[in-house]
């Protein structure tokens, strides 16, 4: 248990479907961090939030749209996926974003698969 | 490019050391050495870090050269439950770097 846990650890979604993935961080952490591992790939930093501002944006089409209504709470929204967006999705967080974040806590990810 | 090189496997015997090596002769004076880890399916799991002087807590120990240009993170006790894929990770702890995962080391514990 590393204090940040992420629902649904599943998900099946259609290419037409909304969804939406929830994480949350339990350590009072001022950073959240989105991540993509997609099978036998490194893993890729999506999005960066720091005292709920979003902070970096590694180039992510717009079909996965990110909200932090604070700094306890991060959304993934997804919309129009391609199957291609199949993959692991990871969410961390650590004190503070803007001194490097070397130390992240990781939630146990949503294993998403797109029809 | 990257900035630290790792066997991409390595085996290891149940209650022996593991030693994993990482090449990063490139590093800069203020960055850090991470290490991480991720068992199948799993999350990472954040290990240890160090900057120059050797580190330990109570998952390992991680031994930096002097040059700081490699280092090698050791787990004492392998047990089966250490099997996973290690990540060694180059960092400044200011500034706008962020953590950057290659490949690792698959590690297997051989019961």
């Known amino acids: 248990e590393t204090g940040v846990t992420q629902t649904p650890r599943h998900l099946v979604m259609g290419m037409t479907n909304k969804k939406s993935l929830k994480c949350e961080q339990h350590?009072?952490?001022?950073?959240m961090y989105w991540y993509k591992q997609s099978a036998k790939k490194p893993l890729e930093l999506m999005f960066v939030y720091n005292f709920k501002e979003q902070t970096e944006n590694n180039s992510v089409p717009s079909r996965f749209s990110p909200e932090c209504p604070n700094s306890s709470h991060l959304f993934l929204h997804l919309h129009t996926l391609q199957p291609e967006d199949s993959a692991l999705y990871l969410c961390?967080?650590?004190?503070?974003?803007?001194?490097?974040?070397?130390?992240?806590?990781f939630g146990p990810g949503t294993r998403l698969t797109v029809l | 490019d990257a900035k630290t090189t790792q066997p991409p496997s390595m085996d290891c015997a149940e209650g022996r050391a593991a030693n994993l090596p990482c090449n990063h002769s490139?590093?800069?004076?203020?960055?850090?050495v991470y290490w991480y880890r991720q068992i199948h399916s799993q999350g990472p799991q954040y290990i240890i870090h160090?900057?120059?002087n050797n580190e330990t807590n109570e998952m390992a120990s991680l031994i930096i050269t002097e040059d700081r240009k490699s280092s090698t993170l050791i787990l004492p006790h392998a047990t089966l439950r250490d099997t996973a894929v290690y990540y060694c990770?180059?960092?400044?702890?200011?500034?706008?770097?962020?953590?950057?995962f290659g490949t690792g080391t698959r590690l297997t514990i051989i019961p």
């Open positions: 160090g900057l120059k």
């Open positions: 490139t590093i800069s004076g203020n960055e850090y």
């Open positions: 350590l009072g952490h001022n950073a």
């Open positions: 990770i180059v960092l400044a702890n200011f500034g706008n770097e962020k953590l950057t």
């Open positions: 961390a967080s650590s004190q503070d974003g803007a001194s490097g974040g070397g130390e992240q806590f």
